[in-house]
């Protein structure tokens, strides 16, 4: 190939043994992540720890923080923040990435308790975008808070332990499937029991599990009204492949860029300038909400940082990687993408200009200047990265945490793990791909 050409180079082609060893090992630390984290809630108690263990502090605002100095924020236990203050004046700008922790699942709904067939079923409503097909006849853990009037709050994880029950939405048998419809929304119960009370005549089932759920918990029907519980795969992240080169998970889509984008921070010593990790909640669904990337929680934290420089300046003089996945090739999908504009497995992060969907609506169109220097940072320090975009024109498309980023004048382009089967419950990502993205995120703390 020529020096004129483009090509996307396979890290099994260009890494020593050495790294392809580190990024191995580097992925354990990542699994443990997938693992501990399956919810948004999970992945800031996980993250928070993670960063205390490395000499992080609670930050608090108007305190003055030098050089050096390693602070985090906990927005309402679903969203966090995490900064290693520069030697730089902020007014020099944030180096800053932003993963999104929350991935699509089943919530539990305010009245979920029914019974029917001699079952007993929690009603579900889907968050983010999933093919409901695709969330029966798979184990179900519950995890999540149950709030009480009371002030107090119950925290459940069941399904995640190997001696948990686990819970599970029924499908259509295939003798049966004539006149199949596809599956709605509405069919996403779940089966949570089937032994009924001997002394009632109504509702013999579902009583006995509110029984079940008082003892252990000591809630009643209400309080689901207010409680937080979510259905994710019960499957635990495994690698993938004789040569075990990839790793199947729930949730990667966005874990797979949180992690690394945390986990280079953890790393830095002094940085020139101030650098931030945002790990935050509602990517999927529009990153509205107090724990969104569209909250004033985020810009706040930033003007904190400022601590009497001209905020004006440090937002104008900031830049930030959006570290979300985009869509590796998939060879047995072939016709949705267009494959010279295609991320291929085992090639690096793939940097997105824009994503959107139609002609780049809703996108953060990313200016070249930016784009340019950065790609030259990651070329000195031996980065490998592709440019994709997600898919054919007109096939449908996506959107990231990008554009608020930009909205709040900020310079920001799309960077993340290219992976197959997004969305699914079970979704799958390249080791090299994972572990190149800590590189990059670490390359660009450092040097930008
Ligand atoms: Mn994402
Ligand atoms: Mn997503």
Same mark, same amino acid.
């Given at each position: 190939?020529?020096?004129?050409?483009?090509?996307?180079?396979?890290? $099994?082609?260009?890494?020593?043994?050495?790294?392809? #060893?580190?990024?191995?090992?580097?992925?354990?630390? $990542?699994?443990?992540?997938?693992?501990?984290?399956?919810?948004?809630?999970?992945?800031?108690?996980?993250?928070?720890?993670?960063?205390?263990?490395?000499?992080?502090?609670?930050?608090?605002?108007?305190?003055?923080?030098?050089?050096?100095?390693?602070?985090?924020?906990?927005?309402?236990?679903?969203?966090?923040?995490?900064?290693?203050?520069?030697?730089?004046?902020?007014?020099?700008?944030? *180096?800053?990435?932003?993963?999104?922790?929350?991935? %699509?699942?089943?919530?539990?709904?305010?009245?979920?308790?029914?019974?029917?067939? #001699?079952?007993? $079923?929690?009603?579900?409503?889907?968050?983010?975008?999933?093919?409901?097909?695709?969330?029966?006849? =798979?184990?179900?853990?519950?995890?999540?808070?149950?709030?009480?009037?009371?002030?107090?709050?119950?925290?459940? #994880?069941?399904?995640?332990?190997?001696?948990? %029950?686990?819970?599970?939405?029924?499908?259509?048998?295939?003798?049966?499937?004539?006149?199949?419809? %596809?599956?709605?929304?509405?069919?996403? *119960?779940?089966?949570?029991?089937?032994?009924?009370?001997?002394?009632?005549?109504?509702?013999?089932?579902? *009583?006995?599990?509110?029984?079940?759920?008082?003892?252990?918990?000591?809630? #009643?029907?209400?309080?689901?009204?207010?409680?937080?519980?979510?259905?994710?795969?019960?499957?635990?992240?495994?690698?993938? &492949?004789?040569?075990?080169?990839?790793? /199947?998970? $729930?949730?990667?889509?966005?874990?797979?860029?949180?992690?690394?984008?945390?986990?280079?921070?953890?790393? @830095? +010593? =002094?940085?020139?300038?101030?650098?931030?990790?945002?790990?935050?909640?509602?990517?999927?669904?529009?990153?509205? &909400?107090?724990?969104?990337?569209?909250?004033?929680?985020?810009?706040?934290?930033?003007?904190? @940082?400022?601590?009497?420089?001209?905020?004006?300046?440090?937002?104008?003089?900031?830049?930030?990687?959006?570290?979300?996945?985009?869509?590796?090739?998939?060879?047995?999908?072939?016709?949705?993408?267009?494959?010279? *504009?295609?991320?291929?497995?085992?090639?690096?992060?793939?940097?997105?200009?824009?994503?959107?969907? &139609?002609?780049?609506?809703?996108?953060?169109? /990313?200016? %070249?200047? !930016?784009?340019?220097?950065?790609?030259?940072? !990651?070329?000195?320090?031996?980065?490998?990265?592709?440019?994709?975009?997600?898919?054919?024109? +007109?096939?449908? &498309?996506?959107?990231?945490?990008?554009?608020?980023? /930009?909205?709040?004048?900020?310079?920001?382009?799309? =960077?993340?793990? /290219?992976?197959?089967?997004?969305?699914?419950?079970?979704?799958?990502?390249?080791?090299?791909?994972?572990?190149?993205?800590?590189?990059?995120?670490?390359?660009?703390?450092?040097?930008?």
């Amino acid at each position: 190939m020529s020096e004129l050409m483009y090509s996307p180079k396979n890290a $099994y082609e260009v890494l020593s043994a050495e790294e392809i #060893n580190e990024a191995q090992e580097y992925c354990e630390g $990542y699994k443990k992540f997938l693992n501990n984290g399956k919810t948004e809630r999970e992945c800031v108690k996980y993250a928070i720890n993670l960063a205390k263990e490395n000499g992080f502090v609670e930050f608090i605002d108007g305190k003055k923080y030098n050089a050096g100095d390693k602070v985090y924020v906990n927005q309402k236990n679903k969203s966090a923040i995490f900064a290693v203050i520069g030697k730089e004046s902020p007014e020099k700008g944030f *180096n800053i990435t932003a993963g999104h922790i929350d991935s %699509p699942r089943l919530d539990i709904r305010p009245n979920p308790l029914y019974e029917d067939g #001699n079952m007993a $079923y929690f009603k579900t409503h889907y968050y983010g975008g999933i093919r409901k097909y695709q969330w029966t006849a =798979i184990p179900l853990s519950l995890i999540g808070v149950i709030c009480k009037k009371d002030g107090t709050t119950v925290e459940v #994880n069941i399904g995640e332990d190997e001696n948990d %029950p686990v819970f599970y939405i029924t499908d259509l048998l295939p003798h049966l499937a004539k006149d199949a419809k %596809p599956i709605h929304a509405e069919d996403l *119960n779940i089966v949570i029991g089937s032994i009924p009370e001997n002394d009632e005549k109504e509702g013999k089932i579902k *009583n006995a599990i509110m029984k079940l759920l008082n003892e252990k918990y000591g809630i #009643n029907e209400c309080d689901f009204q207010t409680a937080e519980l979510e259905a994710v795969p019960a499957a635990k992240a495994q690698d993938v &492949g004789f040569d075990r080169s990839l790793i /199947a998970s $729930y949730g990667h889509d966005d874990r797979i860029c949180s992690y690394p984008a945390l986990s280079s921070l953890l790393t @830095l +010593d =002094i940085p020139e300038k101030t650098c931030v990790a945002v790990l935050v909640d509602k990517e999927e669904i529009g990153s509205a &909400g107090i724990t969104g990337m569209r909250s004033a929680f985020i810009t706040d934290f930033l003007l904190a @940082l400022c601590d009497g420089s001209n905020a004006r300046i440090a937002f104008k003089n900031s830049a930030a990687i959006s570290a979300d996945v985009s869509a590796a090739f998939d060879p047995t999908f072939a016709g949705v993408y267009e494959k010279r *504009n295609s991320a291929f497995i085992n090639c690096g992060p793939s940097i997105c200009k824009y994503t959107g969907h &139609g002609g780049k609506a809703g996108a953060s169109d /990313a200016c %070249p200047e !930016f784009i340019a220097k950065l790609a030259g940072i !990651f070329d000195k320090n031996e980065i490998l990265y592709q440019f994709c975009e997600l898919g054919r024109i +007109d096939q449908g &498309g996506g959107g990231t945490v990008a554009q608020y980023i /930009a909205d709040r004048n900020i310079e920001v382009v799309d =960077i993340g793990v /290219a992976m197959l089967s997004m969305h699914a419950p079970y979704e799958l990502a390249s080791k090299t791909d994972i572990y190149m993205m800590h590189k990059l995120c670490k390359a660009f703390y450092e040097n930008y």
